[in-house]
Structure formats: structure tokens, C-alpha cells
């Protein structure tokens, strides 16, 4: 399965040339759209969802990754391969925390999910200055697809997981999403905050609650979500709108 | 097949999760996006445009539908048979229109389409409280769609399609979809109006026309849209914005 | 592969039921959505737009093309055989473009990309008045992907490169899509413009820079795109909002 983590949006071209790609070099193989709308540009951001969305996917997916401002510059492609999956991407930390998190999950003798890090040397006959992830970083993914091994050298995980900076912590406490339900998607693992946790952000206090309907309508909240991060809804309503809350605005962890 | 039908909207990671389900579960099965922007937490509008659009899909095809307001709550879980297609999805009318038809049409000895219903009592490992459409839903649409048997109890339709109420008729006169075009769609079959039929919606009178290309521009009117439904247009205008037409607002047949 | 360049937005549920005909008709072939946002009703922009993306795919492919503003009235429909592969959409001079470069490029003895055009005479049981891309020309593009020939009658090619009309020459100075980053693409190819060509556009006096990163942040520019169309930018800004440029609107070339 090669699934697409971009800030293409969901109209436009970009997407399907991609899938081209993918369905001339890997025939066959399931093509699953996971996030068109990624923070555009924001590779921080982008980050923490990813690796919030990634570990409920098969072993063996391949994570074809592109939010890519630095495109046409002087940034590595790389390959990575953490716990059992494969994502190819950009060096701009797109796949650090990803890294970060495989790396910290070792325990014991295996070695199956510990994070290795291929630079991609290889170049395509065509490479235009924009769209690498139709040129360069989908014709790799299909390779990895078709189970070959990542065109290019090894080299030490630490240089990648430094791409993330120093602002970049094991929890984001930002709104990194925004959904089609008016939703705000923190960067925080609700799994790391305590039960009693309460979250401020745009002058707002936030409890946790189990589900939606256990609340009054209208009433605000933070919950779990699905993927394990703490989301800022509003009952029957449009928690962004409702409450002020953009891409990117702080949040606040109280009682952590 | 298996065709999705919810309102998610056209982007977000949650379409691709529930792809990335079906794909593992039922490898090679051909998936389709039918329609992502369902009138959100709108089960009644959805019913009658699941129902229009549903007899094209060949016999055999799995209906994956997912508006679910009460996602988390008490409603049950259904697979329903009906005219030779599955539907999986929440109990709260979304299906009821559906197998009020097909039990409509039978007729002579067969008893093929006769709607029939399970209540999925199956539970996966992980449940999240807020995306049943990927951790239940789904795995059960892959299920069917693999020929297998529903998990779970059949029971008496009749107290399924008694989920939809009293005020859901055969015909909604309601407009339950603005698309692309801005044309607006009713929940009235076009067969059940005469030819002179005259449409009411936010104070215009509206005629019926064979086709956009037999009115002058700027003409309001209705026609028999490519799945049966009445809907209202302008021609090369946006009926939506021109009429003053929203999603839900009444409309009135005279002439009936 | 089948591809789909269409203008039915990328919501609502036209595309899944073209895609349910392609999987039933067509199984097992890929179905790629190319563009779902095509210039609405505007089969000229969309011509230069498809004749641009066409070239990339691999040859055998199947292009399904629906801009198709005259639907239900007299324009016929087509099957187009140009450059190795296949174009199925109504004769509206969407797919004159692509045969006019096609036979253009043809030189020495081989014919193999020399355009050819069968006018589709067939008709379904079953043929909406409003809805040709269902109904037409999705099952005449599925007959096609499995390899059988076009129904219908051979026809002269010049009597549908004559649809274009005299006023679409072979690039088209005017903005012929704005994309999700705000970029404003034109319809010109950046191979037919000199180096120090300069676009005048909305007032504004563009010259090209060869990427992004080339330039300070909210300079204005043009660069070759990924298709090789000229197209219009503001570094990290959304160039269609800050120069004000719409689609349709012209462009003048200096020192072509």
C-alpha cells in the first residue's frame, strides 16, 4: 500500500500526476489518499500529524510524504525506514518526529522498526524545479512498493532527527489541523497529558470528556481523538470559528 | 465494489483512513468515493440521495455509509440487504429509505431483494469513540465485500425502518444537495409528478424543461436530474445563490 | 489507465458514479483522477490545460474528458486516437489542442501518433439528458482501456480540429488556471518564449526566474512550470489574490 501524506489540496492536478506515477511503476499496488490538505508549507506541523496518523497502517506501507517548501533548493530526499514502514520525503523534518518516536519505542533484541536513513543520489532523467514529489520522490516510492531497496546511500539517523530543531518537542502544544467539522487538532498525545488535564488557548479553558454527547450543545471541550491527539471540539458546533482558534495558535497545558 | 458514501468533506485524513481499512481487509476490491460532502450530521437528507443514487451500482455492491451524528452514543450498528446490495452504517434512518423502496418494488415469487437486516454486535480490539466509520463500519463493508456473512443478529426490518420517523415521507419535498453547479436538488422523485408539475421554493414558481439548452439564460426551472430526483437550475447561473435556495429549505408541488 | 479531466469539482457525487461505470466496465484497470477542477464550461482553457498534462502519461492511456457545457443538445461525442493514446469527450473543441501538437509532431514514415477521430454513434439504453460523462462516456472509455475499438465512424480529423475556432491559437495568452497555492497558470508553452520574455499581466510586468527560492519573498515572477506552461507566482504569496489576476484573463508577451 503507498499512501499520500501532502499539502496539495484536494483539487488541482498535482495528486493524480503523482498517482500516474505510482500506477505506471507499481502496478497493482493500492493507492490510499490519507491527507491532501497537510498545513501548507508547514513541515512542523505536518510532522506531528503524520506521526500521529502513521502507526495504524500495515507494516510493509510505504508513506510517500510532501510538504515541500524548500523544493528546487539544496534539501536532501531521503528514504527512511521506521518500524516497519517505509516514507520518502524531504529532509526538512517532515519525518523526524516519525523517527524520533520508532526510535524511542526500542526495546529488547529486535531490531525490525529501529529508524535507518537513506539519502536519495538518484536523479530521474526529467526532474522539473517544482514538483519533485511527481519526479524524483514517487518513482522511489514505487520502488520501495515493489519491495526493491532505496536508491541512494545510508547514513546516520541522528543527522535527520536534527532537522527537527530545538523547537521542535516530543509534543507540539499547537493546533496543526483544522477539519472539515471545525475541529482543532492539537500536536499534544492525549495519552501523555493527565486525565484532569486542562488546555487553554485563545483565552479559553477546556476540560477533557470522553465523547460529544456527553456534553450540552454548544458546550466546548478537549477530547482524544481517534488518532490519539488532543482535539478541541465544540458540541453541535464549530470549535475554530466558535472559538478563535487558527493553524498554529498555542495551546496551553494546565494540570499536565 | 465498495462505494462510500459520507460526509466527511473532500478533504481530511478520514476518507483515507477507512480506504486504507478496506484495502487491507479486502485486498483488490474496487473502491469508490460516491459522495463525500453528505448534508453533515444530516441523516434524513442523506437517505433520500443514498436512495436515488443507489439502483445504478451493480447487484453485489457494498454500500459503506457513514453520517453518523450520534457517533459514540446508543444507536445501533446495521447491515442491511436490499434489491441485492449491502449497506453498512449507523441506525438512524440513513438506510431506511433505501429498504422502504426495495420493499416496495417486490413483487411475484422472488424474494431476492427483500430487505433484510443485522444488528452488528461485533466489536473490534480498538473502538474509538468518535470514528466508528473506520474501526467498525469499515472492517464490516470489507467483510460482506469478501462474501462473507454480517457479524451479528439478523432482526425484524420493520423496527429499522421505523428509525426513520413519522416526518420522513416517501418523497422529501426539501432540498437535500447543492452541487458544483450550484443547482439545487430536492428529495422528490421526478416520476411521482405530473409533466406540469410546478415547483415552490423561496417564493419562485418553478416549470419543468427537458434540458438546460431549451431555456434562455438566466432562466429559472426544474428538471428530472440524471439519478430520477427533481432539481432546480438556472440556466448558466447558480440556482442556489440566484434563487435564494438552501440545504433543507421546503419546497412546495402544486400542480401535483 | 484510465484518466479523468473533468470540471465536476471535487466534491459532489459525479465523479464516483463515472469511476462505478469504469470499475464495472473496465475491471481491474486504474483509474487516475487527473483534474477534477478544469475551468467550469470552459472547454478552451481546459484544451490548453489537457494538452499540456497529456505527454507525461505513458502511451495507452485513456483520457475521459468532460467539460462539457452543450450536454443534451446537438455536439457530438468523440473518440480521439492522437500520440498513442486515447481522448473520449464531446466535440466542443476540448481535445483539439492535443490533435493539433499531435500532428504537428508527426515526422518520418512512422504514423503511429498521426491523430484519428471517430465520431461515437452508439448510444446507451439508458441516456441521461444531462449527464453524457455517466452514461457515454465512461463505457465507451472502459470498451476502450480493454483494448477493443472505438464505435462508431472514422471521420476526417480536420473537421474537429475545426471546432477550435479561430480565435484559439496555439497557445493561449490568458490565465487558464489559478491552483491551490494561488499560482496563476497560463496557457502559453514557456518553450515558445524567449529567456527574456516578459508577461504583462494585470498591470503588472513579470520576468521569469527559474524557482522560487531564486527570489526575495512577495516578488512577483513567471517560471516554466512542471507541464512546461508559463506560469505566474509571488514567492511564499498567493499570486492570483496579490496581482489580481482571475481565470480568463489576459496576458501580453513582450520580447517574445
Redesign the interface.
Known sequence: ?I??FTD??????????M??VL??DA?GV?I??????AP??DARSSAY?LAA?AP???TGTVFLCVVDP????ARAALAVSAAERWYVGPDNGLIAIVMRRAGDAQTGDTQAGVPKVWEIAWRPERL????HG??LFAPVAARLARGESPPGDERPAERVRAMAGTDWPDDLARIVYI???GNAVTGLRAAQLAPEAVLRAAGHELRRA????DLPRGAPFW?????GLAEIAVN?GRAAQDLGLALGAEVEVVNK
Open positions: 500500500m499512501v499520500l496539495f489540496g484536494p483539487s488541482g492536478p498535482y495528486l493524480g500526476q498517482k500516474a500506477a505506471r502496478p493500492a490510499v489518499d490519507l491527507l491532501s490538505d501548507a508549507f500529524l496518523y495504524e497502517f500495515p524548500g523544493v528546487g533548493g522539473s524545479a517544482t514538483f511527481r519526479d477539519d472539515h467539522y470522553a465523547r460529544f454527547s477530547y482524544e481523538n481517534a488518532n453541535q
